[in-house]
């Protein structure tokens, strides 16, 4: 047997030692929290644009002992996923986590897993629908609310102009009515004026007006599902697809065609929460017409909007709290309005003059402030949204698809939403 | 006396130890230096697979984490669902659609790059482009092609009068859009490892397959092609497991991501997807996992056992078809 010189062991030994030093390299690094000199350092995670920036600099000035970092994920999905992942691992979550209305359901079953944040500053801050849903069984509130996505009804109006319809905000509201039977009724004297543009994008987007106008569509406060019961939710859904068909675009709401038909006068009206119109005027660059008119079919409506929470894996409780009362203060959401247009939802300033005074140029100087202010105090109701609600809705979406695109009737396509309910379990 | 003795015996030792170390260095080293791919695929391969197994057992929440232990429940529902079945459908006609023109396309490409072209290196760095591009990209202008209303293709059949075809809607042709995709991604992949192989062709057959008289159609079919066998083999392969994980393109067909309003174009991994993220269920998603799991285990036997009778059979042909040839001329 050949002999091997001993080097080599010594390198396969080193190697391998090599080897194992960067395998648990690669554990994660311990976030360190701790001061340097002293200081408090506070971790703020958001998403998209919630118009922070100037203010973290301006908490630093007024509060010498706190460091705050910003992290900024790109899309609320990419937020969503980093935070209920590290919420089921128990580590790695910012001492504010910014979250958005629609996680609310699963987050609160784990309300134990976030900072109280009840305190006597905050008391009645918020529109009381808006702190009502980040408010747990028990009376915790887990979240502080940041912005709101009130909604009015916005509308071409040369298109009206073409089908000799009123083409003035305030006009329209009158015939736009506050029903939805109103709404519809309008889209047919529209199209009877042949123009031969649909009156609105589609029934999935109308759908979700009308759902959110119900206390408990799909289920009991409970958690009981009763979407395939409920003779609201079928009455609805005859409802929205009588009028889908002979008024909807069948344009699926943030498909390529749906883009694209901004382009091509695709349809006339659509339901419009306040940060619609920057999606809006972004789509439909370069054609004029486009105004918002301050009435709602059947009550007020409400989509999206986001809070800040404190999870209790912080290792700072107190002082991430404070930071998250301050940002959700009203002053500075209202400079967060100036700077990225996000919708307050404080009370206070709903009411101050900087808000009310903002108008919209793309929407023919709208006042826009002053109409979602209007359109914030409009709405009544806090659909519960519990852990199933949204597989059931998006279930309720694609059965109204299935109708709109003619590859099933409509019975057919309650049956497969009756079963595709069943089989959430 | 004593002491030579003593250090004799040390020194023998001394010798046996060496021995013993050289010995141990001969049968372990070569285990330690492969250790590191070893360690990491039981890390990242083996692992997962295992504790895959184990959700799958039990009822698992995304958040909350483990719950009881249901045996084989989430198998028992999922089988019973019929949007898996579909998606099983879906998953094997889009990997038909894609992997049998995408591997006879490769062939023709390398064929043509194996001429003797001008500007070699810019026709085969081009393409090589397409899978360069992020596959989401891809998506985004795929999407533009393929909309259903102000799509560019429907834009363009309609005004040669034939009626918009709906992408989104209809199965085949929304099968046949994300095979597009894939297509235009993975082609040119493909006909660089095929250019590679025919490249290792030795030239002197091609010189004696001429003087035999053969033409071009001739040698590419009797030599290329026989020749090429394994790299064939290889790149069905890689394409058979790429094809039946498909994720990326149906994902970003539309706006949801689920696969279109009756699962027209849903695949095993967006079921998967939909299961884990969007119902929150663990359990039921690593239930598909380790279906998909045996599934391509399945079709990779499937793959082995065919391939292996083809390369049987290439060793024939080589052998005996030149000199037929040769009888011919």
Not at chain 1, 3 to 13: L, N
Not at chain 1, 91 to 112: K, N
Not at chain 2, 13 to 33: E, G
Not at chain 2, 259 to 282: D, H, K, M, P
Request: with cysteine.
């Amino acid at each position: 047997m050949k002999r091997f010189p001993r080097p080599t062991i010594v390198a396969a030994v080193a190697g391998a030692a090599a080897f194992a030093l960067l395998a648990s390299g690669c554990a994660p690094a311990a976030d360190s929290s701790e001061s340097e000199g002293g200081k408090i350092k506070l971790t703020v995670a958001t998403f998209n644009e919630f118009g922070y920036e100037g203010l973290f600099e301006q908490y630093m000035e007024e509060n010498p002992d706190v460091t705050v970092v910003a992290k900024k994920a790109a899309t609320s999905n990419e937020a969503r996923d980093n935070l209920t992942t590290r919420l089921a691992a128990g580590s790695g979550l910012s001492d504010v986590e910014a979250i958005e209305v629609d996680w609310l359901p699963e987050l609160l079953q784990y309300s134990d897993q976030f900072v109280d944040l009840t305190s006597d500053e905050v008391e009645g801050r918020w529109l009381e629908w808006k702190e009502e849903a980040a408010t747990d069984a028990d009376g915790n509130l887990i979240a502080y609310g940041t912005d709101i996505g009130p909604e009015g009804v916005c509308y071409r109006s040369d298109l009206f102009a073409a089908a000799g319809l009123p083409t003035d905000r305030a006009e329209v509201a009158t015939l736009l009515g506050d029903s939805w039977d109103s709404y519809y009724a309008a889209g047919e004297t529209f199209s009877a004026a042949g123009t031969n543009v649909p009156w609105f994008d589609s029934a999935g987007a109308t759908w979700q007006g009308v759902i959110n106008q119900f206390d408990n569509a799909y289920e009991e406060n409970d958690g009981t599902v009763i979407a395939t019961e409920n003779p609201e939710v079928k009455a609805a859904y005859n409802s929205v697809l009588d009028a889908s068909s002979t008024l909807s675009a069948h344009l699926q709401q943030w498909s390529d065609d749906w883009t694209a038909s901004f382009q091509n006068d695709g349809f006339a009206t659509m339901l419009c929460p306040g940060w619609m119109l920057g999606v809006i005027e972004g789509n439909a660059a370069g054609v004029t017409g486009w105004d918002i008119a301050d009435t709602f079919p059947g009550g007020g409506g409400n989509w999206g909007g986001s809070y800040l929470t404190v999870p209790t894996q912080s290792e700072h409780p107190e002082e991430a709290k404070a930071l998250a009362a301050w940002l959700t203060a009203p002053e500075q959401q209202l400079s967060a309005f100036a700077s990225k247009g996000t919708f307050p939802s404080q009370v206070d300033a709903l009411e101050s003059p900087e808000l009310l005074d903002s108008t919209n140029e793309f929407f023919n100087d709208a006042p826009v402030g002053q109409i979602l202010a209007t359109r914030a105090a409009a709405v009544e109701v806090t659909p519960f949204k519990g852990v199933k609600y949204f597989p059931i809705n998006d279930a309720m979406q694609q059965a109204l698809t299935r109708v709109e695109d003619a590859s099933m009737t409509r019975e057919q396509s309650w049956e497969q939403f009756v079963t595709d309910v069943n089989a959430l379990g | 006396m004593t002491a030579a003795t003593e250090v004799d015996a040390r020194a023998i030792r001394r010798i046996a130890f060496n021995h013993r170390l050289s010995h141990w260095d001969v049968k372990l080293s070569p285990y330690l230096y492969i250790s590191p791919f070893f360690i990491v695929f039981a890390l990242i391969g083996l692992f997962p697979l295992g504790y895959t197994a184990w959700v799958s057992l039990h009822d698992w929440n995304l958040i909350g984490g483990q719950g009881d232990f249901v045996g084989l429940e989430n198998f028992q529902t999922v089988l019973a669902q019929p949007y898996f079945w579909i998606s099983l459908r879906n998953t094997f006609s889009i990997f038909l659609l894609s992997a049998v023109p995408q591997v006879i396309a490769a062939i023709a490409i390398a064929a043509v790059l194996d001429f003797n072209l001008r500007g070699k290196t810019f026709w085969r760095m081009g393409v090589l482009l397409p899978y360069v591009v992020a596959p989401v990209a891809v998506a985004l202008i795929f999407n533009d092609l393929f909309g259903d209303k102000y799509g560019v293709i429907n834009q363009l059949l309609n005004t040669v009068g034939i009626e918009s075809i709906r992408w989104h809607v209809d199965i085949i042709p929304s099968h046949f859009a994300i095979a597009t995709m894939v297509n235009f991604r993975w082609t040119g992949y493909n006909a660089l490892i095929f250019l590679a192989a025919m490249q290792a062709v030795p030239r002197d057959y091609y010189e004696a397959a001429i003087i035999d008289g053969a033409g071009r159609w001739r040698t590419f079919w009797s030599l290329t092609v026989p020749l090429m066998r394994p790299t064939i083999i290889f790149v069905i392969i890689t394409s058979t497991i790429g094809g039946l994980q498909i994720f990326d393109e149906p994902r970003m067909f539309d706006q949801y991501g689920q696969g279109g309003a009756s699962r027209q174009w849903q695949t095993l991994t967006l079921y998967i997807y939909e299961l884990g993220w969007n119902q929150r269920n663990f359990g039921r998603a690593s239930a598909v996992s380790w279906l998909l799991f045996l599934i391509i285990i399945l079709i990779a036997a499937l793959n082995f056992y065919i391939s292996r009778r083809i390369s049987a059979t290439s060793d024939k042909a080589i052998k005996v078809r030149p000199i037929k040839a040769r009888g011919i001329s």
